[in-house]
RNA sequence: GGGGCCGUAGUCCAAUCAGGCAGGAGACACGCGACUUAGGAUCGCGACAGUGUGGGUUCGAAUCCCACCGGCCCCA
């Protein structure tokens, strides 16, 4: 062979660029005002600094790398930020296991990450790295809490919320999956602790209503919507026998009223205990004890045998002043709507499942067609005829919803309700490592802000070790010179609050911050953020469709209200990379299932695995890393790499004077291949670009030579394409040409329309569906004449035979089909 | 229980949005040949087989519709 292959050494090609790269700089992006080109914000993720980078990072960061690459080659003023997300629980455990101070940990993380980075050729504009961890951010999380407390959006209440036992603190609603903690998977417990909300309810038909405005993943989308969870519905009043206040009770279903058999209260709301008759007290706190007891896993799972107690008092009907038995339960929630129901046992299988164990009557009110509920024990919850119920006699479902509606209202009863399933935002934690919260409390004030001029509000620094041991309050309590302070209103003395934020807090604005890092004014600069935001594209995983994503929406909401931007929506487009598994499984350090990304380079070399990466499939799809050949990547660097160094030609040859058939294959992939990265189909693009590479071959090896400008012009085309997945070998070729770098700056090519038009197309003649002849026509050939042309051909008329002919479809100029009589 | 997404060669995947040649775009693995020795290199060639199942619409269905089977996700 030429031995140039034997040139292509990754190792040495990514040494070698990666420091010229660094003197280069060639991503930071422009603040200049005079600078005309138009802006794109390429925003990924931000990482949390759990020791080096793994395969789920090189994919996620492959895949906004290639977007934010392709916007720099198609000249746009691009900003890739970097930073990360480095408060949390996992430096905290660190550093109690290790008796240091969650600092170390995060930190010596975030460096080697950085270098991760920086050898992975991210193109990020390393200028703006941000780390929330840092007082500069996190006293910004306090001002804009600040902000949020004084317009009320901000608040401390009391009430059930979700404990974790294992991380020893309290948890949001959306960290609790299927009942567990999402950080550690451990049963979550209610416990009744004074918290610190955020109100995102507020917000929640804002919430609905923008996302027209999205282009995101559809079931993100859906994600989000349920779990915001609107349904609409009537609120109707209920007297309770000897109780002054009538109870009012949410439903999505006004048209069963007359259904209702009994009423049930949540065994942990105040309303249970208050209304209990005494002969029934024991043994409904003896019950309520059991629930309380009982993890949010129990209490929803749908097959188990239905709990309550009678609480000896009745609530009345409105519509027909029946008298309903009022019992606890836990299949009621005290959060969710009034924290009691109207039970309709016909119509509801949960009712029902409580109904036939206790004994209570079940009473058909709508007439669905199904078998009667009370004997088959299945609920019709279905579309039917209003029986048994009054006035609504006779209506179907959908219009006895309103008419009841009405009459309610009219007798000042009830009346149309919305309802959520959306809670409120508990962002304190009795944790350490995040942002304290610039509350002080004092005992004549009450709650007093920290002034804004003391912000900000440090963590102490002299915790460390088992200092930071959870013990279901904050460790910030345990620092008495930093927890007493004086009252900034009375001066008097004074206690701060020793809770910190969610990090989910830190998460839900740092995008606005790289637009000006480093401002001091305010969290962030508004004229830059009016420049950059809101972010042209989103790369992140999909775990974090509900989470992230909608305290993300919320925040941005709120600072429009504010006044502080001017966009409702913080991320136009997103994109959810898939996940990279292992033989079926998702990898795992506990398992033992894992592969080893610094391994991976360190075997194949950077761009390989970034190729990899992004050939597998779909950005959207998982890889699983048994499936894939990195080994084949480095033979298709290996081979393009050569169709460059093989290049004789000199720079600026006239590419008009090339073959001519090879410039077209080029300038088709040029045009294939602009269209797939706009569609984010990367693994189609680079098969086109395997497929240019092996024509440029074959002109090199067979046809007119290494010599020819065409193939200067394939692997030019090559180099600039290929910029985008695996920049090191990339630039290598790009200087092989005879170009200075960086090949990232080159800009992207352009087909010659010339070059795109075919001269003749082949036409597929079918003979009752079956390929009978092809034709070799003109692309602008007319219905008639194609007809004429397929119907002449001696293979149809022999696959024809003696048959008649009953229709002919022409699709010029691609197909002809013959039907015979 | 409700809703959503997905089933294409031994494997990963194209073509599905907008119905029109799957002699599958690309790749992995496999086999053969060439490179005057060798080949975990390179270049070339090849075979295999197939749109989950059953209906429907259509001149024509991987593509659209319905049902079923299987897998994944969200809510309950």
Redesign the pocket.
């Known amino acids: ?2 031995g140039v ?2 040139n292509f050494d990754p190792r040495a090609v990514q040494d070698k660029w990666q420091a010229r790269w660094e003197e280069l700089n060639p991503f930071a992006a422009s603040e200049d005002p005079a600078d005309e080109r138009p802006r794109r914000y390429a925003l990924d993720m931000f990482p949390y600094p759990s020791g080096d980078l793994h395969m789920g990072h090189a994919e996620a960061f492959a895949i906004g790398d290639a977007v934010a690459r392709y916007w720099v080659q198609r000249g746009y003023n691009v900003l890739h930020p970097i930073g990360w997300d480095s408060f949390g629980l996992p430096a905290e455990n660190a550093a109690i296991k290790r008796d240091s101070h969650p600092a170390e940990w995060t930190y010596a993380n975030i460096d080697t990450q950085a270098e991760s980075f920086k050898r992975y050729a991210i193109a990020f504009d390393w200028s703006r790295r941000l780390h929330t961890s840092d007082a500069d951010y996190y006293r910004w999380n306090q001002w804009l809490f600040l902000r949020f407390y004084e317009r009320g959006l901000a608040y401390r209440k009391g009430g059930y919320v979700n404990w974790c036992p294992n991380d020893q603190t309290v948890l949001a609603n ?1 960290q609790v ?2 009942g567990r903690c999402e950080r550690c998977h451990a049963v979550v417990e209610k416990r009744l602790l004074t918290q610190w909300y955020f109100k995102i309810t507020e917000y929640a038909d804002r919430l609905l209503a923008d996302m027209e405005q999205l282009d995101w993943p ?2 993100v989308l ?6 915001i ?1 609107r349904s609409e519905g009537a609120d109707v009043a209920f007297e309770i026998e000897g109780r002054a206040e009538p109870v009012t009770v949410y439903t999505t279903r006004p048209d069963t009223l007359y259904g209702a058999t009994f009423f049930v209260v949540a065994a942990d709301a105040a309303l249970a205990d208050e209304i209990c008759a005494p002969e029934q007290r024991a043994e409904f706190e003896a019950y309520r004890e059991t629930v309380r007891r009982e993890s949010e896993i129990d209490r ?1 799972a ?1 097959d188990r045998e239905k709990t309550g107690v009678f609480l000896g008092r009745y609530a009345v009907n409105p519509v027909n002043g029946e008298r309903m038995p009022v019992w606890a339960a836990d299949y009621v929630l005290a959060e ?1 709507g009034h924290g009691a129901i109207m039970a309709v046992p016909a119509h509801d ?2 009712d029902l499942d409580f109904a036939r164990r206790f004994g209570l009557p079940v009473r058909v009110v709508v007439h669905t067609g199904d078998a009667d509920p009370g004997e088959s024990g299945v609920a019709t ?1 279905g579309e039917g005829e209003l029986v048994n119920s009054g006035p609504l006699d006779g209506l179907a479902k959908s219009a006895a919803i309103p008419r009841i509606t009405e009459v309610l209202e009219e007798r000042g009863l009830g009346k149309a309700a919305v309802n959520y ?1 959306l809670r409120d935002w508990l962002i304190s934690r009795q944790r350490f490592w995040g942002t304290p919260i610039p509350i002080i409390h004092c005992e004549s004030c009450g709650e007093v802000p920290v002034p804004d001029d003391q912000l900000p509000v440090r963590l102490p620094e002299d915790l460390r070790g088992a200092d930071l041991s959870p013990r279901g309050v904050s460790p910030l309590a345990a620092a008495s010179e930093w927890v007493n302070v004086d009252c900034p209103k009375c001066g008097g003395p004074a206690k701060r609050d020793t809770d910190t934020m969610d990090t989910f807090v830190d998460s839900s604005w740092y995008f606005l911050r790289y637009c000006s890092p480093d401002y001091s004014d305010g969290p962030f600069d508004v004229e830059q953020v009016r420049r950059w935001m809101p972010a042209d594209q989103y790369n992140g995983g ?2 974090h ?2 989470l992230h994503l909608l305290y993300s929406r919320f925040f941005t909401k709120v600072l429009y209200d504010m006044g502080m931007v001017d966009f409702t929506e913080p991320f136009k487009r997103l994109v959810n990379q ?1 996940q990279v598994i292992l033989g079926g499984s998702a990898m795992s350090k506990s398992t033992g299932n894992l592969v080893d990304l610094g391994a991976q380079i360190d075997e194949f070399g950077v761009d390989a695995v970034r190729l990899t990466m992004m ?4 950005p959207e ?4 890393w ?4 990195p ?6 660097l ?2 393009v790499h ?2 460059a160094a093989e290049v004789t030609s000199a720079p600026g040859a006239d590419a008009a004077t090339g073959d001519a058939e090879l410039r077209k294959v080029t300038h088709h992939t040029i045009d294939e291949v602009t269209r ?1 990265v706009e ?1 984010h ?1 990367y ?2 693009a ?6 240019l ?2 024509a440029a ?2 002109v090199i ?2 046809g007119a030579g290494a010599g020819d400008p065409a193939v200067r012009e394939a692997a030019e085309t090559l180099a600039v394409t290929l910029s985008l997945f695996s920049p090191y070998t990339a630039e290598e070729m790009w200087a092989r040409l005879g170009h200075q770098a960086p090949v990232a700056k080159a800009g992207w090519p352009s087909a010659d329309p010339a070059l795109l038009v075919q001269e003749s ?4 003649v ?1 003979v ?2 079956k ?1 009978r002849d ?1 034709l070799e026509v003109s692309p602008e050939i007319g219905d008639d004449e194609l007809e004429r042309l397929a119907l002449a051909s001696e293979k149809v008329q022999a696959a024809l035979a003696d048959r008649g002919i ?2 002919v ?3 010029a100029p ?4 013959i ?1 015979p009589a």
């Not at 080994?631 to 298709?636: A, E, H, M, R």
């Not at 197309?761 to 597929?764: L, M």
């Open positions: 062979m030429t292959d034997e959306e999956v299927a559809e079931r859906l994600m989000q919507r349920n779990w969870g929803l749908t969710y299988q949960r919850p399933r999909v775990e469709a509900i898939g050939f597998a499939g779909p799809d998982d890889i699983d048994a499936d894939v050949s080994s084949g990547s480095v033979k298709f290996a081979r050569r169709v797939l569609g189909r693994n189609v680079i098969a086109r670009m395997m497929e590479t092996s071959r074959r090896d067979t197309v082949t036409c597929v079918q009752a569906g390929v092809r009953r229709k479809v022409v699709r691609k197909i002809v089909n039907v």
